[in-house]
């Protein structure tokens, strides 16, 4: 599986972007899908996730502001992210895992993993 993700830019504190994460190579209908950021100096760290049947999972930091969703048709999965605060500054990276049932938390659960887009939130 190979993962495409966009939609990254600079944006201002209270503002909405959307990032896609394009997949290719293989259907991700079955597989469960992941973001994570990494903020600059620090390690990366998980931010939503959702499963092949749809369960979501997110940071406390971003739940309530952002929403993670899949269209299997396209192949693709999105992050929605509202209410964007200084904090949320880094480089996002999609991630997949073909293994059901893990800690959508950790890194080492995903498979495959995107290059990164970058969101700057100006205050």
């Known amino acids: 599986v190979q993962l495409q993700a966009s939609g990254g830019g600079l944006v201002q504190a209270g503002g909405s972007l959307r990032l896609s994460c394009a997949a290719s190579g293989r259907t991700i209908s079955r597989y469960d899908m992941g973001w994570f950021r990494q903020a600059p100096g620090k390690e990366r760290d998980f931010v939503a996730a959702?499963?092949?049947?749809?369960?979501?999972y997110y940071a406390d930091s971003v739940k309530g502001r952002f929403t993670i969703s899949r269209d299997n048709a396209m192949n693709t999965v999105y992050l929605q992210m509202n209410s964007l605060k200084p904090d949320d500054t880094g480089l996002y990276y999609c991630?997949?895992?073909?293994?059901?049932?893990?800690?959508?938390?950790?890194?080492?659960?995903?498979?495959?993993w995107g290059q990164g887009t970058l969101v700057t939130v100006s205050s």
């Open positions: 959702i499963s092949w049947n749809r369960s979501t």
């Open positions: 991630a997949a895992t073909g293994t059901v049932g893990g800690n959508y938390r950790l890194e080492n659960e995903y498979d495959y």
